[in-house]
């Protein structure tokens, strides 16, 4: 079956930039809807940026003008591009996306496996 296979998270300073990167495997599968959500150390997990189909995206507050979700549908893969980091943006990433089977009109929801992003002061 399909999984989503995240990368790109690390270790960074105050005011640098990352670029994470999730793939879904899978030739039968398209991403329908895409999302990022974060989880820091004893605080439940939030939706950080969404994306659509047709690119409409959607972004919480906390990351307005500093993150963009983007998405290459060729490449079955959408991005979360991070600038401008600051220590509280610390947690784990996790992707998360509706696909569905070319042709048909069921969706499946699927997580990625979380990838940590560090931001040190």
């Known amino acids: 079956q399909v999984q989503l296979v995240e990368s790109g998270g690390g270790l960074v300073q105050a005011g640098g930039s990352l670029r994470l990167s999730c793939a879904a495997s899978g030739s039968i599968f398209n991403i329908n809807t895409g999302y990022w959500y974060r989880q820091a150390p004893g605080k439940q997990r939030e939706l950080v940026a969404g994306i659509t189909r047709g690119g409409s995206t959607n972004y919480a507050d906390s990351v307005k003008g500093r993150f963009t979700i983007s998405r290459d549908n060729a490449k079955n893969t959408v991005y979360l591009q991070m600038n401008s980091l600051k220590p509280e943006d610390t947690a784990v990433y996790y992707c998360?996306?509706?696909?569905?089977?070319?042709?048909?009109?069921?969706?499946?929801?699927?997580w990625g496996q979380g990838t940590q992003v560090t931001v040190s002061s």
């Open positions: 998360n996306a509706n696909l569905y089977v070319i042709g048909s009109p069921e969706l499946y929801n699927y």
